[in-house]
């Protein structure tokens, strides 16, 4: 999904390694723009192959980018078809049901999936008795065919996904596992006013590795807000390594990170 400079221009636009980077005012033109190029992005790959594997990531940070995807998936150049998608998702709490509110699932289905028909959503079930398995599962689904996009975003500790500084490990063998939370990940879970307390927050959780998102095709990372500024700033001007696991992004052939003016201001060179 390359930097496309016929979309409404960006505040900022430059790039830390292979990584494209485009600011924008606020968080609602963060999503915005995210949400349209994402569309288009869709639409090319269902043109191109007759469907698309899709991984989506489930926190608040993605809200405003899902309500500009599904609305610019129905109309005009930007408009496909979402039969042709086959969703996963990216984690799981341990334990917890689709219908607790706080799962992903339940956020995946509350800001996308109700409001469109896709084609085939495969849930990682975490509350299954027999993670071994669970993950036996999901990385069958994973490996049957390419993955041809991810819509993400990064942790207030740099994490993607739930691969957190401690349990990252940029070769991983495992296409998902079982990890513990780090005190930041949990802390940003309250942070985002998704549980009252630290203590109320999982300590585990099923993860997709960091091999999952080097090897798709596409990414289109989306962090808003100041929370997310030293993170972002470690992503793209600190060293390459698991210190912080989203600086592996440095590297992708093919992603675009889209910031707004709170989570870029310790980062701008101009």
């Known amino acids: 999904m390359k930097h496309n400079p016929d979309t409404a221009r960006p505040a900022h636009y430059e790039t830390f390694g292979r990584l494209a980077v485009e600011i924008h005012p606020d968080r609602a033109a963060l999503g915005a723009a995210a949400g349209r190029a994402a569309a288009a992005a869709l639409r090319a790959i269902i043109k191109e192959k007759g469907r698309a594997r899709v991984i989506f990531g489930c926190a608040p940070s993605q809200n405003e980018f899902l309500a500009e995807l599904i609305a610019a998936s129905r109309h005009g150049h930007t408009a496909f078809d979402w039969s042709k998608i086959t969703a996963f998702h990216m984690d799981e709490y341990a334990g917890l049901k689709a219908s607790h509110p706080q799962s992903f699932r339940h956020y995946l289905h509350e800001h ?102 080097r090897h798709a095709r596409q990414l289109s990372v989306h962090v808003p807000g100041p929370l997310k500024a030293k993170a972002v700033r470690a992503a793209l001007r600190g ?32």
């Open 112 to 213: 996308l999936l109700r409001h469109v028909k896709i084609g085939k959503f495969h849930p990682i079930k975490a509350e299954a008795a027999d993670i071994e398995k669970t993950c036996a599962n999901y990385t069958r689904l994973l490996a049957a065919q390419p993955i041809d996009f991810i819509c993400m975003g990064i942790g207030e500790n740099g994490h993607i996904a739930f691969n957190d500084p401690p349990v990252a490990d940029f070769e991983d063998t495992a296409l998902i596992k079982l990890v513990e939370l780090d005190a930041a990940c949990r802390r940003q879970q309250v942070n985002d006013g998704c549980f009252a307390t630290i203590d109320d927050v999982p300590s585990h959780a099923l993860s997709l590795t960091v091999p999952v998102f």
């Open 239 to 270: 060293s390459i390594g698991t210190a912080c696991p989203a600086s592996v992004l440095r590297l992708h052939p093919n992603a675009i990170l889209y910031l707004d003016r709170g989570s870029a201001k310790l980062t701008r060179s101009a």
